[in-house]
């Protein structure tokens, strides 16, 4: 049975499933909200409910949740059909995103839970997806550390004071996920609520960060970056440290808000060879990966441009593997070994193609992959904001018809 706490206003599922470990939290001020049955805690049920069929409820979402394809599919468990979702699925590409976008600037639709949440909930609404994920940017905790960040129109993110010495290092502060955060919890947490499908939260990963904070935006040679990892690497490694902490807190903060599966997005870390990924950022990647071991949820691993980098992402750890599309699914799953699940990776251009050329790179993907158990379906990267809604609509429907067992 699970415990209330009246003090905390918190429930606390903390048996019922072993396999996701984490806390189960429910806001006081979610219980008492219009959309979820209020507490009574004299009589320690729901107002209006049989006592605990609102907690019968949540449990049936939550095993609705642990068997779906996604989760199977990152346990490399069988499947009845591949599961699919995509990067960035919440965007752009969708006309009822950028009505919002016309009213509300980036940062307020990340750090307002009940647009976050909107958004979030877009694309499930739309099509037959078999994972959310929660809508955020990777630049989230930049702020709280004590950096100025803002979105520029027509040329993305821009760090007014970035980080190039060791008083900048220095000068970051620690971040506590529930209050300097919270947004990103309740946003969660909101989604949660109704959704029937698993939740998928995220960050960057330590190098991909640690980038941003350097060069102040974004860079084509990161010469800013690698000039303190290889004229500082005392500096080098206190920062990494730094991030790597920020990032396994705000992580598990989001499972205990309850995610139920986690990606750390490597977008740049195909700028570096492999001995500078194996002395640069391997160490601390197998350190964030062992923090969230805990949450025991699954953990995606996902980076772009990592051709030569497959073998040190899988040793840094996750039980899924992101693959780019510059790689050929099948040669790099047999480098990685079948003791973990792989995920993509249809190139996002693929998506403006006819649908009949569409059609054969879907065709290809699913022959490499082979019904194998441990495939989710997505793309290499991000979805392009130009993409032909319809067609993401096809793709989706195409995975699922041609991979059914």
Avoid at 282 to 309: D, E, N, R, W
Avoid at 375 to 397: K, M, R
Wanted: aromatic residues 10%; proline residues 6%.
């Amino acid at each position: 049975m699970p415990r209330y706490n009246l003090q905390r206003g918190t429930l606390f599922f903390p048996h019922l499933f072993p396999r996701e470990g984490y806390l189960r939290h429910f806001c006081a001020g979610d219980l008492i909200s219009s959309s979820v049955p209020q507490f009574d805690s004299r009589s320690n049920g729901v107002v209006g409910q049989k006592p605990f069929d609102f907690i019968r409820q949540i449990l049936n979402t939550e095993a609705l949740s642990r068997n779906s394809r996604f989760i199977r599919a990152c346990n490399r468990e069988a499947v009845d059909c591949t599961p699919v979702w995509f990067m960035r699925q919440a965007g752009r590409y969708m006309e009822d995103f950028r009505t919002l976008r016309e009213k509300y600037s980036l940062l307020t639709l990340c750090k307002t839970p009940d647009l976050a949440a909107e958004v979030t909930m877009q694309p499930i609404n739309r099509f037959d997806l078999d994972a959310a994920i929660i809508f955020a940017d990777i630049l989230l905790p930049l702020e709280p550390m004590g950096l100025s960040l803002e979105f520029i129109k027509g040329e993305g993110p821009s760090i007014q004071n970035p980080i190039r010495n060791k008083k900048d290092v220095e000068a970051l502060r620690p971040v506590s996920p529930n209050e300097d955060l919270q947004f990103v919890m309740e946003a969660i947490r909101l989604v949660r609520r109704g959704l029937k499908i698993p939740l998928i939260g995220f960050s960057g990963a330590p190098f991909t960060l640690a980038s941003y904070m350097i060069e102040g935006g974004h860079s084509r040679n990161y010469i800013e970056t690698k000039r303190m990892m290889y004229g500082a690497p005392h500096l080098w490694e206190r920062l990494m440290i730094h991030i790597s902490h920020v990032l396994a807190d705000y992580l598990i903060a989001q499972v205990d808000a309850g995610a139920q599966a986690l990606q750390i997005f490597d977008s740049w870390v195909g700028a570096l060879s492999p001995e500078d990924y194996r002395i640069y950022v391997l160490p601390y990647m197998k350190s964030l990966f062992s923090a969230l071991q805990k949450c025991q949820v699954p953990l995606i691993h996902f980076g772009t441009g990592t051709a030569t980098l497959l073998t040190l992402q899988k040793e840094a750890g996750g039980d899924v593997i992101g693959l780019d599309w510059r790689v050929c699914l099948d040669q790099a799953w047999k480098l990685l070994g079948n003791d973990v699940a792989v995920q993509g990776n249809l190139d996002p251009v693929v998506l403006f193609a006819p649908l009949s050329e569409i059609e054969k790179r879907v065709d290809d993907i699913l022959r490499k992959a082979a019904n194998q158990p441990g495939h989710i379906f997505n793309l290499g990267h991000g979805i392009l904001p130009e993409t032909p809604i319809e067609h993401v609509e096809a793709v989706i429907e195409m995975v699922h018809k041609k991979s059914t067992r």
